[in-house]
C-alpha cells in the first residue's frame, strides 16, 4: 500500500530537470511533478532510515550546512540536522538567540556573514514572512525554508503529502480538512499550495476571526462549523492556536474554542471511518486536539510525520545539493 504511487526514475525528465530549482523557498515555486520527484526521493530514505543502516550513505561528506533559526524550533530544526548528518554533512546550528541578531545586525549583514563562511546549504526559519526570499537572493548556496512568518513552510507540506500518500495510498482525489488557526499558519498555507496541486479537495475549518481573506482564491472551501467542514473527509489537519502571532484577542477563551472547534472522538464521528488525523507539532492537548485522538496509533499520523520530516529533509538535501557535488545532469 506504502508505495503505489511511486513513479519509475523514468518517469520524470532526466538530471536537473526533474526539480529546476536552485532554492526551495516555498510550495508555490513548484509543479507536481517537482513534488512527486521529492517524495519518491524520501521513499527510499524512509527505508534506509527505518533499517537503521541510516548513516551509510555519506553522499554530503565534505559539505557545510548551516541551520540558521531565528525563531524557536523542536522538530524542525533536529530533524534538518539529523538529515543533514545521515547524509553525511558537517552540520552547524545558529540560534538567533545567541546571535549577533539580538545586537542589531540586519538580515542582509547575517546572510553575508553566513555566505562568506562559503557553507554548501541554508536552512533559514524567520518570523518575517519574505526574509527567506531576501536571504536566498544573496547568498550563492541553496537556501532551504523552514518557515518564514506566516507564508511557507515548504517541507512541512512535503512531510504532510508523504504521510497521507504512505496512510491513503495516493494524495489525489481525498478530501482534507484543515482545521484551526489558518490566519497565522504557514504551515496551512504551503499544504494548501501542495494539496490542491496534487488535485484534492482542501476545506478550511476555522473561526471567522481565523479565516485568511479572499480563501476561494487559494480553491479552497471555507467553513465555519466544524462538524460541517469535516464531514466526509478523508483527512483532518488540525493547527495549533498560534498565540505568538496573534495582537489582540481573536477569541474569547481557549476553553471556548475547545467546545467549537477542537476536535474531539464525538466531532471525529463526521469524518470518514477511516480517516486519519494530522496535526504539524507542536500541539496543545485539551485545545484544538483531544489526546485520546492524538495518542490514537490508528487514526492520529503525529509521530509519522515527524518521522517522514527527516525523510524528506533528505531528499531536499540531497536534491539541492546535487549541483554542487557535480551529480552528473545536474549543471
Ligand atoms: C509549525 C511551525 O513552526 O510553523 N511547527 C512545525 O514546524 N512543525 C506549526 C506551529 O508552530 O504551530
Same mark, same amino acid.
Given at each position: ?51 537503521? $543502516? $541510516?548513516?551509510?550513505?555519506?553522499? +554530503? ?77 544573496? *547568498? ?40 484551526? /488557526? ?51 473527509? /478523508? *483527512? ?23 467546545? +467549537? ?28 486536539? /483531544? ?5 490514537? $496509533? ?34
Amino acid at each position: 500500500m506504502t508505495s503505489s504511487t511511486i513513479r519509475p526514475a523514468s518517469d520524470y525528465p532526466p538530471g536537473g530537470d526533474a526539480f529546476r530549482h536552485r532554492h526551495l523557498t516555498g510550495i508555490a515555486q513548484l509543479t507536481p511533478w517537482e513534488i512527486s520527484y521529492v517524495l519518491d526521493a524520501a521513499e527510499e530514505w524512509v527505508d534506509l532510515n527505518r533499517s537503521g $543502516a $541510516a548513516k551509510h550513505d555519506d553522499r +554530503l561528506a565534505g559539505l557545510t550546512i548551516i541551520n540558521a533559526f531565528f525563531e524557536n524550533s523542536t522538530r524542525t530544526l533536529l530533524s534538518f540536522e539529523i538529515a543533514g548528518k545521515r547524509l553525511g554533512a558537517d552540520v552547524v546550528n545558529m540560534h538567533a538567540a545567541q546571535s549577533s541578531v539580538k545586537k542589531g545586525e540586519t538580515l542582509i549583514d547575517t546572510a553575508m556573514t553566513l555566505n562568506a563562511m562559503r557553507a554548501d546549504a541554508i536552512v533559514i526559519r524567520h518570523a518575517s514572512s519574505g526574509a527567506v526570499q531576501l536571504i536566498a537572493d544573496k *547568498v550563492d548556496c541553496p537556501v532551504l525554508n523552514a518557515g518564514d512568518g506566516r507564508h511557507e513552510h515548504p517541507t512541512q507540506a512535503l512531510l504532510d503529502a508523504l504521510t497521507i500518500r504512505r496512510r491513503k495510498g495516493r494524495v489525489e482525489g481525498l478530501t482534507i480538512a484543515i482545521c484551526g /488557526d489558518v490566519l497565522h499558519s504557514r504551515v496551512a498555507r504551503s499544504n494548501i499550495l501542495a494539496l490542491t496541486l496534487l488535485g484534492n479537495e482542501v476545506r478550511i475549518v476555522a473561526p471567522p476571526t481565523l479565516t485568511p481573506p479572499a480563501m476561494e482564491r487559494m480553491h479552497v472551501t471555507t467553513f465555519t462549523d466544524m462538524d460541517e467542514g469535516i464531514k466526509d473527509a /478523508d *483527512v483532518v489537519m488540525m493547527l495549533r492556536l498560534q498565540n505568538e502571532r496573534m495582537d489582540g484577542a481573536y477569541l474569547p477563551s481557549a476553553r471556548e474554542y475547545h467546545a +467549537l472547534y477542537g476536535l474531539t472522538p464525538k466531532r471525529l464521528e463526521q469524518a470518514k471511518p477511516d480517516a486519519i488525523v494530522m496535526h504539524p507539532g507542536p500541539m496543545n492537548r485539551g485545545v484544538e486536539i /483531544d489526546s485520546s485522538i492524538a495518542d490514537d $496509533a490508528d487514526r492520529s499520523t503525529i509521530t509519522e510525520q515527524v518521522e517522514m520530516g527527516v525523510a524528506v529533509r533528505m531528499a531536499c538535501l540531497d536534491i539541492l545539493t546535487r549541483r554542487q557535488r557535480g551529480v552528473p545532469g545536474w549543471n
